[in-house]
């Protein structure tokens, strides 16, 4: 690898970043893009930006920087499958709650099932920082009522 970084350094500064920025309802910054929503964080060396549009159906991309060069993204694509049973705000309130537990353990990526009272959180990938893909989603009595999609890794020069 081509970076003055550990991989666990990488994973840990991810894990505050994201629980500083959406999760932890961080300032946004002025849209980057035509009604972006954009959040970031930074510490020492590294910066965390996460760009994102939509409410409902959104679609965004996170990316870190080490020493202002950029090392790591991910994409993500969610949608509300179910209108009538689910809400884009109670979808979101259901999910910070749940990655902020995740966070808790100090990561953002593995298996991982909340329940929060009649709706279940679920998150599931394949791969480590370095190349992933994953789906979470949120299911009532076994129906999935919103699902986002998501990929990304280490960015090679």
């Known amino acids: 690898m081509n970076h003055a970084f550990h ?7 991810i894990v505050q970043a994201k629980r500083n920025t959406y999760v932890g309802n961080g300032t946004r910054l002025l849209p980057y893009r035509l009604h972006s929503k954009d959040l970031q ?9 996460d760009s994102y ?3 409902s159906d959104f679609i965004g991309q996170e990316v870190v920087y080490f020493q202002k060069k950029p090392v ?12 009538e049973r ?9 999910i910070k709650k749940s990655l902020s537990l995740m966070y808790e353990e100090d990561r953002f990526l593995g298996a991982f099932e ?6 279940k959180y679920v998150d599931t990938n394949q791969g480590d920082v370095k190349l992933f893909t994953g789906k979470e989603w949120i299911e009532q009595e076994g129906e999935v ?3 986002l999609v998501y990929h990304g890794g280490i960015l090679k020069a």
Do not use: C, K, R
């Open 41 to 49: 964080f930074s510490l020492g060396e590294w910066i965390y930006h």
């Open 53 to 55: 549009f939509g409410e």
């Open 86 to 94: 689910i809400t884009s705000h109670a979808a979101g309130l259901i």
């Open 7 to 13: 991989v666990t350094e990488l994973e840990h500064f």
């Open 114 to 119: 909340h329940q929060d009272g009649a709706m």
């Open 72 to 83: 790591w993204a991910m994409n993500y694509f969610g949608y509300i499958l179910q209108p």
């Open 145 to 147: 009522l919103y699902e």
